[in-house]
């Protein structure tokens, strides 16, 4: 079965910074992977997704992700982080192609980020 | 393109009362899926609908049910309700159950 790891559970950044959360994933093939971002008490916005091909994907709001089949990872990046990027984010993995795959998305524990000004 | 709303966004109900969520998805998007995010387990998926048929399953009591219309709209019920189930449940729509958009969610508080 599919699991995702994201080893940091609280980041603190200064607002310029740069910003780079990890995202480890266990899977036998290549997965369909995805980043999520929460706000307090609001859903889940879809910021980026790498299903295959180049492995450096863009996103939206300035972010970037990176797929390293070599290290099982999909670290989220962004440049320079802005206050309102302060918020949640979720690692996801659904399996490979496949019916018994879709429709369900495996989540990592999320990553608190905190913007100090 | 409307967004996925669910209804109703907040709900306190007592223990072993049942309870009906709904989530209206994206038009044309013909998957449901439902999940449950609460501060101790996280994220965790309950089920997913494609086309009126329930296509995948989690790991939940049979308490935690749920159908899919025609027009694709998707409710969850859950039945004799805990106080574990205190929870945000989310529901996500799709076109093939890939890639996945969030709705609001809504907020059970059991009591």
Redesign the interface.
Known sequence: AQSVTQPDIHITVSEGASLELRCNYSYGATP?L?W?VQSP??????LL?Y?SGDTLVQGIKGFEAEFKRSQSSFNLRKPSVHWSDAAEY?CAV?GGAG????????????TILTVHP | KAGVTQTPRYLIKTRGQQVTLSCSPISGHRSVSWYQQTPGQGLQFLFEYFSETQRNKGNFPGRFSGRQFSNSRSEMNVSTLELGDSALYLCASSLEGVEQYFGPGTRLTVT
């Open positions: 369909y995805f999520y008490g609001q859903g889940l916005q879809l997704k299903f979720f659904l019916g018994t795959s879709y429709g369900k998305l495996t989540f990592g524990q999320g």
